[in-house]
């Protein structure tokens, strides 16, 4: 699923080429209804899901001096409304047959505040306490929940960051160590792994120590 649906076929495209198979199945992620469809129709001619990971995410900056503005709410739309969208039915249909998995796209940047980063960061921050609260539930009907944390990856979305950005990785290293996660099944996916504990270690210092330490390194 994915907003580019062009992109889609020719990754579709490029995969049979070399002998794989992708079946382009183009959606909102915004309507709940249309999400609900997709999971139906994915179900009717493919089969049950197993797998399913939910990769949304965006960034939507708000015009100066409009915080809570139109790019606040977009991002929200997109990153937490829209992955409970697809959630809702993935968890019906898996809980019905008694077993399934998903994971859940995040970030290393919903483990705490970060500068310049307040809906995307905040957006995150709800998904992996999301994840946190369903895993209770989701262990009891069969079902592993996963959350993906990932750190600087090369992507078109961090290609609009105008600032330095530590342990950048490419596309293709993430998509393995990813891969790697779901073989695992452990709750939570996270890399770069320097990147992530530098980050777990700095929300565990007290505020005061974490605001003065944050603020140096980004010279906010």
Known sequence: MARRAAELDAFAAE????????????????????????????????????????????????????????????TFAVNVEGTINLLGPLIRVMRERGRG?????????????????????????????MCESLKFDLDRAGITIQVVCPGFVETPLTDQNEFPMPFLIPVQEAGRRICSGFETKGFEIAFPKRMAFILKFMNMLPYGLYFALLSRITGR
């Open 15 to 74: 995969a049979a080429g070399a002998g794989g198979k992708i079946i382009p199945m183009p959606g909102d992620v915004t309507d709940r209804k249309a999400m609900d469809e997709l999971v139906s129709a994915v179900e009717a001619r493919h089969g049950a899901i197993a797998l399913a990971f939910l990769n949304v995410g965006t960034f939507f900056p708000d015009s100066e001096n409009d915080f809570g503005g139109d790019g606040f709410r977009k």
């Open 101 to 129: 998995q998903i994971a859940v796209n995040a970030s290393v940047a919903g483990y705490g505040g970060l500068p310049r980063a307040i809906a995307y960061s905040s957006s995150k921050s709800a998904l992996i306490a």
